[in-house]
């Protein structure tokens, strides 16, 4: 079975300074891909970076990147010059191998992100 | 159009209604999914649909009945709900090889 562990469930950061939120994971699957949600207060879940088991650079997306140590099972979301507007949750989630046109998330937990002026 | 919308955005429904939740994308994707989100938790799947058939179920109580009508919409019937499902009920769509699901802004139900 799969497992998402979030460590940290919220984070203070302060505006233009850079962030760090921890995600860990446990799969026996080979194939596996990574992702990070960000879920305001408004509800939406919003995709903000992906990374594939085989994936041999992390993945990068504008101020999000994903440190992924595949050793260690962990796959980190750092947040560059953070911003007022990146207050929310995030969730870090883990895809089973695809089976029949579809995909199985598992979400963490979640680490609430609060951005200080 | 990279959207998934639901309607309606807020729902209040006694324990006796029946009441439906609607979701739509136009982005040609086969897959569609129902979760549930209590307040401070993470998504739970409940159902998927693929190619318009239900994939999974995960064990979800029959008061939740799903239907996927066409590629584009899916419908999640509600019946005699209790004050525990009261939850945020998020869709979502993805397409086979690609990578991250989009998912609507949600319906927050509550059951009274």
């Known amino acids: 079975a799969q497992k998402i562990t979030q460590t940290q469930p919220g984070m203070f950061v302060q505006e233009k300074e850079a962030v760090t939120l921890d995600c860990t994971y446990d799969?026996?699957?080979?194939?596996?891909?990574l992702f990070w949600y960000k879920q305001p207060s408004s509800g939406e879940m919003i995709f903000l970076i992906y990374?594939?088991?085989?994936?041999?650079q992390n993945a990068t997306e504008g101020r999000y990147s994903l440190n992924f140590q595949k050793a260690r099972k962990s796959a980190n979301l750092v947040i560059s010059a953070s911003q007022l507007g990146d207050s929310a949750m995030y969730f870090c989630?883990?895809?089973?191998?695809?089976?029949?046109?579809?995909?199985?998330?598992?979400f963490g937990t979640g680490t609430k992100l609060q951005v200080i002026p | 159009d990279t959207e998934v919308t639901q309607t309606p955005k807020h729902l209040v429904m006694g324990m006796t209604n029946k009441k439906s939740l609607k979701c739509e994308q136009h982005?040609?994707?086969?897959?569609m999914y129902w979760y549930k989100q209590k307040a401070k938790k993470p998504p739970e799947l409940m159902f998927v649909?693929?190619?318009?058939?239900?994939?999974i179920n995960e064990s979800v109580p029959s008061r939740f009945s799903p239907e996927c009508p066409n590629s584009s919409l899916l419908n999640l019937h509600l019946h005699a709900l209790q004050p525990e499902d009261s939850a945020l009920y998020l869709c979502?769509?993805?397409?086979?090889?690609?990578?991250?699901?989009?998912f609507g802004q949600g319906t927050r139900l509550t059951v009274v």
């Open positions: 979502a769509s993805s397409n086979q090889g690609h990578t991250e699901a989009f």
């Open positions: 799969t026996s699957d080979p194939s596996y891909g």
């Open positions: 990374q594939g088991s085989y994936d041999q």
């Open positions: 989630a883990m895809r089973e191998p695809f089976s029949g046109g579809y995909q199985k998330v598992t």
């Open positions: 982005m040609g994707h086969r897959a």
């Open positions: 649909y693929s190619y318009e058939k239900l994939s």
